[in-house]
């Protein structure tokens, strides 16, 4: 494998296109990945483990699900790209609405990073207003505005995060500690006729998996109303997966049954899932705004591959394959996971939090409670989910190479899958107390 490495670092940097696949956050070396079908991947060294990226979330079904790999060899077949309407297009953008009402308009492009970079610009036109509000440890994909990330304290003007972003952009952008309550309404009291927008992941997964507390993200679409700004919900990496209609259609479905009017986003934004596996994100909301893109508007967003027919093919075939049932399955296969490495690590004296939302959960080492804020996640420890990560590789299981990564099960695993991970857990948590 060296020759691998060696070929790949002389020319990507670091050896990979994108930062978290060099493993950093673990060590060591990646091997690189040959094929995936169902539940596994399958390794250049040819060695087949139980996957638990899923790509980052896309493989909702399982690897290679035959029904979408058909689906994107006909579409295919019919060409490659247009840079037309198609109809699958509208398809794929009513099934988003059908499952999504907020979406009451849909915008299609390749990435998640942009659909929340057109969100704020979306945002900042119909406001008239500059600041941005985030939550630190939320990731919103790579633009200027949203690579600012934690800043101490109440309210911080944010600095870059990343070296590039320029101080103008890091200043537009407010960052807040997740789930802080007087922290947002001080930040509306202190800037609200400056505020365009607040962005939040629908549930964070991007610092591990935190569960919003109860009533956080109503507060953000109440204040975003009062002042006038707009909220924008990022479901990229929740969307049709936490739950049937994301997140929020969890806290939807918890309102409706309490008897209490749903809050809804203003924008909200998609990806992953929506793709099945291949470049599809999009934009969705309110009308009103949503009909100032281009051409209907002066807010100028395009894209020469944007909703690509191959791409859009597995995105369709995907959501269509996207029934009920099959979310309760993923459903019940988180639970019996989490449930499963939980009870092993806590058997074996380890000391763990669950972070849950829905379908999605993170084991955090070394903490008691779940955590709510970035600070309270960095507490955990890493350098054990380390550990974790390669002990269990050995034996066949691969984790998401951090600790701030949330574990993705699919349709396609089954309870011997379920059954080998706990056991890997199992016997890695055996060794740590020897
Ligand atoms: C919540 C969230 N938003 C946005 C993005 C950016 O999406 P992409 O990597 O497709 O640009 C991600 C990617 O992981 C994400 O998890």
Redesign the pocket.
Known sequence: MSTYSDRARAILPGGVN?PVRAWNGVGGEPVPIASAHGSRITDADGREMIDLVAS??PAMLGHAHPEVVAAVQAAATRGLSFGATTEAEVELAELIRERYAPAERVRLV???????MTAIRLARAATGRDVIVKFAG?????SDA?LVAAGSGLATAGVPDSAGVTRGAAADTLVLPYGDEPALTDAFAEHGARIAAVIT??A???MGVVRPPEGFNRLISTLCRNEGAVMIL?????GFRAGPAGWWGVERDHDLAAGVDPWTPDLV?F??VIGGGL?V?ALGGRRDLMERLAPLGPVYQAGTLSGNPVAVAAGLATMRLLTPEVHDRVAATADALVTGVSGALAERGIAHAVGRAGTLFSIFLGLDDAPVTFEEVSRQDTAAFARMFHAVRREGVALPPSAYEAWFVSAAHTAADVDHVIATVAAWADSERT
């Open positions: 994108s980052w979330g390749s990435t998640g990073t942009e659909a929340t939320c990731y919103h994909g790579h949203l992941e629908a964070p997964c991007n990022d479901e990229v990496l929740t934004t990806g992953k470049p994100a």
